[in-house]
């Protein structure tokens, strides 16, 4: 059962007085009701009443526990592996349980595949056993890109092994109803699909069965994952004293230091719900991200971190109990880490179970912090701009049979570099890549932050080198520093990068070349539609006027990652 006293927090006072103020106004003008009435006023009244449906728990349309029971009871014993294609909402939470839950016996071993990165989808295929293992095609719409390819070369290897008429028992679709991708399944006879409620949006999908059903085929208890979500809705309920509750104050909290100037949220998370971090910043950073306004949440670091940045920063330190010496870390939070009265929240986790309470809270906290910002917490139209930037490019790319280059600003053997109006319009005085890159990065000012987004493989030696570059470039410029693998982070931080305040300086790193997989059907590669994914979403970004260099490497990926860490940080 959720308990209220594992919530402490410490604020400066300037924060306690608005934050205070914040409360008064909620409960004076019965906000709480509204939100739970789907009163769409407490935001922009432009739709958002019809987003609203994650707030009730108790409709089996969120998540039908006898359904799910039935799935984990069907999938037990017969398959070593499952793999979910699904990108954003659709493939968070899954991933979130997979790492803090780990592989249960008798139960498939779950991989997330998210990425249009050939490299990527052969290492997926490689290391699991195609004739056992089911494939869970996730899309709310129906339509995503992605999910779309990915469903069809699966759908097309199972065929060539086990025949078509068979193939669709390996595969079970969650979607909404009347989506493209239902009618997929059904015309491919897959084996269930379990239904969406159209009134919950992607990011807000984790306790739907666009979370619940994967944690259903790894064996997980859902019951006992709803019950601890159940209690965190209780608290946050019409019955919280004076209104209030758990989620809308953390959502009050958000907002407030938001609008006060500490926009940044860093997010440090003791080992065992580490995961949770990335399912955060996806549901903060789309949420927010728009109209000039967002909170950019930063996860990855160590809480060692906490003084390498500047005056705007919000930290939360979620920690479970049972992880080694969680306590003795949030002390030096308290004692030291966070110099000049920067705002902490702590939050404890009594155990793994208590995941299901926090997606319920981050879900309210998230739609409370959009009504203090006055934005709808529910749309994220930058996020289809970049689609559509990307369809037009692949579209070009099969009547023309090549990609959209575009003019570089600087070019050697091993790579190219193009830069946004500001990094053009400087590009004449630098006279070599450390100079251009370093003086694009220095461009971050204070209030600002940098994302190093990464058009590779997610694999453990691109992993390693994404955070020594995020942690050289943060240590370098004292700002808040993200990074995220694309087209992944496409549908997490894209809508913030585009929609939300010009505060950031980016740095895109993509490749030519390389293994490649065609897509089934189309005269197109896996590796085409990556690479139109990033000048895409680079693309938009130069629109919009934001300060963006994209790094394409045409050599070999290693020496050009090394040449590129040394430009921006070798020389500390």
Request: a negative charge; aromatic letters at 8%; hydrophobic letters at 45%.
């Given at each position: 059962m959720f308990d209220p006293l594992e919530y402490l927090f410490r604020f400066p006072e300037a924060l306690a007085r608005s934050l205070e103020a914040l409360r008064n106004d909620w409960t004076r003008r019965s906000k709480s009701r509204r939100l739970w009435a789907r009163d769409e006023s407490l935001w922009t009244s432009s739709g958002?009443?019809?987003?609203?449906?994650?707030?009730?728990?108790?409709?089996p349309a969120v998540a039908d526990l006898v359904r799910l029971k039935s799935l984990a009871e069907d999938v037990e014993g017969r398959f070593k592996h499952a793999v979910l294609l699904g990108m954003g909402g659709s493939s968070l939470c899954p991933e979130v349980l997979r790492k803090c839950f780990g592989v249960t016996d008798g139960f498939p071993d779950l991989r997330v595949l998210d990425s249009t990165d050939p490299e990527q989808l052969r290492a997926c295929e490689s290391a699991i056993d195609i004739e056992s293992t089911l494939f869970l095609c996730a899309s709310k719409s129906g339509s995503t890109l992605e999910t779309k390819l990915l469903t069809e070369y699966f759908f097309d290897r199972v065929s060539g092994l086990r025949g078509t008429s068979r193939a669709g028992r390996q595969f079970i679709a969650i979607t909404d109803p009347g989506s493209q991708l239902e009618r997929t399944a059904a015309s491919l006879a897959f084996s269930r699909v379990l239904p969406g409620l159209p009134s919950i949006g992607g990011r807000y999908s984790a306790l739907?069965?666009?979370?619940?059903?994967?944690?259903?085929?790894?064996?997980?208890?859902?019951?006992?994952l709803m019950y601890h979500a159940r209690a965190m809705a209780e608290a946050c309920g019409r019955g919280a004293p004076a209104g209030l509750g758990p989620g809308v104050d953390l959502g009050l909290l958000l907002g407030a230091a938001a609008l006060g100037g500490w926009d940044k949220l860093m997010l440090f998370l003791s080992p065992s719900v580490a995961p949770l971090g990335a399912w955060i910043e996806q549901l903060l950073a789309e949420s927010t991200g728009k109209l000039g306004k967002g909170i950019v949440p930063v996860h990855g670091g160590c809480i060692s971190e906490a003084g390498a940045c500047g005056e705007d920063r919000l930290l939360v330190?979620?920690?479970?109990?049972?992880d080694p010496a969680p306590l003795n870390e949030e002390a030096r939070v308290w004692k030291g880490a966070a110099p000049g009265g920067h705002p902490v929240v702590s939050l404890r986790l009594q155990s793994l179970y208590d995941l299901g309470q926090e997606f319920y809270r981050w879900e309210v906290a998230t739609a409370v912090a959009g009504s203090v910002l006055g934005i709808n917490p529910f749309d994220q139209p930058d996020v289809e701009s970049a689609k559509v930037a990307a369809g037009r490019i692949t579209d070009r790319y099969e009547r023309e049979g090549s990609l959209e280059a575009g003019r570089p600003v600087w070019t050697d053997s091993s790579m190219q570099v193009f830069g946004s109006r500001h990094v053009a319009a400087g590009a004449d005085a630098a006279s070599d890549?450390?100079?251009?890159?370093?003086?694009h990065l220095a461009s971050a000012r204070p209030g600002d932050y940098c994302a190093l987004l990464a058009f590779l493989p997610s694999n453990a030696g691109t992993r390693s080198w994404l955070d020594r570059m995020r942690r050289g470039v943060q240590e370098r410029l004292a700002v808040p520093t993200c990074a995220g693998f694309g087209p992944r982070y496409l549908h997490s931080t894209g809508q913030l990068h585009k929609g939300g305040p010009n505060s950031g300086v980016f740095l895109m790193v993509s490749r030519e070349g390389g293994e490649d997989v065609p897509v089934v059907g189309r005269s197109l590669s896996f590796g085409v539609v990556k690479e139109a994914q990033a000048a895409g979403?680079?693309?938009?970004?130069?629109?919009?006027?934001r300060r963006a260099v994209r790094v394409v490497i045409t050599g070999s990926l290693e020496e050009g990652l090394a040449k590129l860490e040394d430009a921006c940080i070798g020389a500390q």
């Open positions: 958002e009443s019809e987003w609203l449906g994650w707030l009730d728990l108790d409709d739907s069965h666009f979370g619940m059903a994967p944690a259903a085929v790894m064996g997980i208890d859902v019951g006992r330190r979620i920690a479970l109990l049972s890549l450390s100079t251009l890159l370093q003086s979403d680079f693309k938009v970004l130069c629109e919009k006027g």
